[in-house]
């Protein structure tokens, strides 16, 4: 019975965080109006939808400390992207088939390009991160870096449509901007309370806390990117309901997880992995790096995405679901 509990506690603290993000997507709709294709789903989209993995990061290290809290917060990131490179493209082609009865069209090649080399260049780096057995300040350093090098490409070359009404009334914008603080608010709360029960949910399967937070806590704190890329695509704006999803894991790399390590770091000194625990983590960032390839590649190649491609793309997802829970990656 307390299982069922902690599960439906998981489910409220997941329609909680979705709640919030609601506000939270409207503002950043708002302040990236008008924006070049992809740009908009790449950043203003990507971090107000990734706040949920930055905040649980933190809590988890704030909560657990050192090597576990650093583990659970980096299994929630990769959970996280292994979620946003299968599951939301199958959901996106999903919602648009079963309104449209068609196929989903219009993605940019250059912006699959753009965003899968600094997603997979992000991802190695921290597989290299992985193999030296401790984290420090400047590895932190070098993550947020990478994120602003990003940014800068992106907005280095970003145009503003002028033949987009973009026009909000200043009382609308008090409100949108009044949700988007409330929304901030709500995910904090809603992943300090996720934290909580992953620890509990852990004691309670007799997992340790990095296995539960990399299927639990990543599938919640994924819900608004879901819900942001859904959107988009239903509204036709393909290249941003895509960038969205891949852009939202560069900065959960660099930033959700970068910020959080670089503060810990700078405060309480490096944190150090066992031996064992890198070579777990090391098995999970490549086949990580593996499916993010993989959903790259289906996604680049394909002049439209079709209800078949979403099968592949859900069952790869529920194929490593199935690797987490036979234990393949030993994270305790």
Known sequence: MTIV?????VAVISYVIWISSIGIGRASEMWGCGWSPGVRGATINAIASSLPEFFTAIVFLAVLGDSKGFV???????????????VIPGA?????????????????KKIILRD?????????????????????VWHGIVL???????????FKYNVVSEDIDCYYAPKTRRSLNIQFLAGIIGVGIGCYALV????????EFNFNVPVIALLIAAAATSVPDTILSVRDALKENTDDAISNAFGSNIFDLCIALGLPLFIYCFFRGDIVLEPSMVDSLSLL??????????????????KQLKVSQSVVFISI???FVFLVVSGIFDLS
């Open 5 to 9: 509990f902690l599960l439906l506690g």
């Open 72 to 86: 659970s917060g980096l299994s929630t990131v990769a959970g996280s992207s292994v979620f946003n490179a299968l």
């Open 92 to 108: 996106m082609i999903l919602a648009v088939f079963f309104k449209t009865k068609s196929s989903l069209t219009g993605h940019d």
């Open 116 to 136: 899968g080399i600094w997603l997979v260049a992000a991802q190695t780096l921290i597989y290299l991160f992985i193999l030296s057995g401790s984290f420090s």
């Open 144 to 154: 947020i870096i990478v994120y602003a090098l990003y940014i800068f490409t992106l």
């Open 196 to 203: 909580y029960l992953c620890v509990e949910l852990g004691d």
């Open 285 to 302: 960032w490549l086949v990580l790096m593996g499916m993010t390839v993989v959903s790259l590649v289906l996604i680049y190649f394909s």
């Open 317 to 319: 997802y529920l194929g």
